[in-house]
């Protein structure tokens, strides 16, 4: 890996890791991202990698920073995958299969037989909803909709994260919102645009804590 791809690969994490909207770019130097993949780069160089990232769609920037680089900037759909399924590891991003979101199971289909592992009682893990949702929370500023197309989504990702992260979370509800959640972004003011990334990852959510069962 390049050296600029080692940079890019830590300015993705960071973006992904920091809970603000479009944090400053110069806030990279001395964040764990940075540090844990021990990393010193220049400006000129991080503003190589910025302006790398956003002609790939993986980031949005806003403002003029040092040196003519952008002052903020922040994770796209297509960053937010990059970031979160791959590490921040572009070539790996590149290299995967475009977003597929999973379709509901046919009324007639007819179920399989379970073996006496899959019968047993689960342990249900929210932890891939609470960070679905969070993201969800991040990424919708980024859409460029009317005032008040997102309220809804908005709302309904909001609860499910504080149902979802509860020591010992209501399944039934956070299943009711899970799928609230679903249609509205299949359905509502992001259906064609972030709607479809953000399907992908909540149906992958799902599907990991059992509660499609």
Avoid at 5 to 17: G, K, P, Q, T
Avoid at 22 to 39: G, I, L, M, N, T
Avoid at 147 to 167: F, K, M, N, P, S
Avoid at 179 to 186: G, H, K, S, V
Wanted: some cysteine.
């Amino acid at each position: 890996m390049s050296r600029l791809d080692s940079i890019a690969r830590a300015f993705l994490r960071y973006l992904y890791e920091d809970h603000r909207f479009r944090p400053e770019v110069a806030d990279f130097f001395d964040s764990p991202a940075a540090k844990a993949a021990a990393v010193q780069p220049s400006w000129s160089e991080l503003a190589d990698v910025v302006e790398e990232l956003r002609e790939r769609d993986l980031v949005a920037t806003s403002g003029v920073g040092h040196r003519g680089a952008p002052a903020r900037a922040g994770l796209t759909g297509s960053g937010l995958i990059c970031a979160g399924r791959h590490g921040g590891d572009i070539s790996s991003w590149a290299r995967s299969n475009s977003v597929a979101v999973l379709d509901d199971p046919p009324e007639n289909a007819v179920p399989r037989a379970r073996s006496s592992v899959e019968t047993a009682p689960r342990r249900v893990d929210c932890s891939g909803l609470t960070r679905v949702a969070r993201v969800v929370l991040l990424t919708l500023p980024t859409v460029h909709a009317r005032y008040g197309d997102t309220v809804e989504i908005e709302a309904t990702a909001r609860e499910l994260r504080d149902a979802a992260q509860q020591q010992t979370p209501d399944t039934d509800r956070v299943r009711s919102l899970a799928r609230r959640l679903r249609t509205e972004l299949a359905t509502g003011s992001v259906a064609n645009t972030l709607g479809v990334v953000l399907l992908d990852g909540l149906d992958e959510a799902i599907a990991e804590s059992g509660l499609d069962r």
